[in-house]
């Protein structure tokens, strides 16, 4: 079925729209305002969790720039939760999946964090060393 | 289930400032790329610290110098310095524009395909291995 919201096409039966994480409703486009609990999603809904099982993000993208561009192992860290979140995901693990979430997003923090006080710290020795230099001419 | 009929998380839920933001800092690396050379010595521009605390090549060794190359139109010369970024480039690109909440609809299916992490985990790490394997086709992905 095709999401109402962003036009995504996403296999028949699917809770939320792969692409936007729009709810999918089995009914025609409007969807019903308080709807019974479609029953196959029902059991991994845990009491507290915010917003039912919307996509599970992987922050990949944070993760691979802080590899390529901090030289950080830490990076890699951040890529591996990333990986752990699909892979949980695509197990029906959403519990898992979340708090992986949180840690390659925290990991690709620290790696972002470091690269970049460590990355304006050398800028600013280099300039002060640059201005020492000069200033003993 | 009742919350989940209410499309709580979807396009227009992106924060109006990340993509101008994000812009913003993309401006900010390339015009620093495109006055600082980090092949200079006493370049402002770090070196990889990871390479320089252990000797190893990291995934990100050479990404400078790829960058510097690129922005300056040399792209075999960045290839030579870090390929994985430079082919990643468009990827990474798709992705922002989906973060930013800027991808056109009809890429949504493909942003979502590229950004399973698994098969990146695997390459990144390949990578890593490969880069500091020190025989022929291997040499090609270390930077220089």
């Known amino acids: ?137 | 289930m009742p919350a989940a009929t209410e499309p709580l998380k979807h396009d227009g839920a992106t924060p109006r400032w990340r993509g101008p933001a994000m812009l913003a800092a993309g401006a900010a690396l390339v015009a620093v790329l495109w006055h600082a050379d980090p092949n200079a010595t006493g370049s402002v521009l770090p070196p990889c610290p990871f390479q320089a605390l252990t000797g190893i090549f990291c995934p990100g060794c050479g990404a400078t110098r790829a960058l510097h190359a690129l922005v300056h139109g040399d792209l075999a010369g960045a290839m030579a310095m870090n390929p994985l970024l430079v082919l990643s480039l468009p990827i990474i690109a798709l992705m922002l524009a989906r973060v930013a909440g800027w991808l056109p609809d009809g890429l949504h299916g493909l942003a979502q395909k590229l950004s399973d992490a698994r098969p990146w985990a695997v390459v990144v790490i390949s990578y890593a291995v490969a880069r500091n394997i020190p025989l022929e086709p291997f040499t090609w992905l270390a930077p220089g």
């Open chain 1, 1 to 137: 079925m095709n999401c109402t919201n962003c036009g995504q096409n996403n296999a028949d039966g699917a809770a939320f729209c792969v692409s936007c994480g729009a709810a999918l409703s089995a009914a025609p486009p409007s969807p019903p305002p308080a709807a019974a609990a479609p029953a196959y999603s029902a059991p991994a809904y845990s009491a507290p969790a915010p917003a039912a099982q919307p996509p599970v993000p992987n922050h990949l993208v944070w993760a691979i720039l802080a590899t390529l561009c901090c030289c950080l192992p830490t990076g890699i860290v951040a890529i591996i939760f990333a990986a752990q979140v699909d892979g949980k995901a695509a197990a029906g693990d959403y519990d898992g999946a979340r708090k992986a979430s949180d840690n390659a997003k925290l990991w690709s923090w620290i790696s972002l964090g470091i690269g970049l006080v460590g990355g304006l710290a050398y800028a600013g020795l280099m300039m002060l060393g640059v201005i020492a230099d000069a200033g003993s001419y």
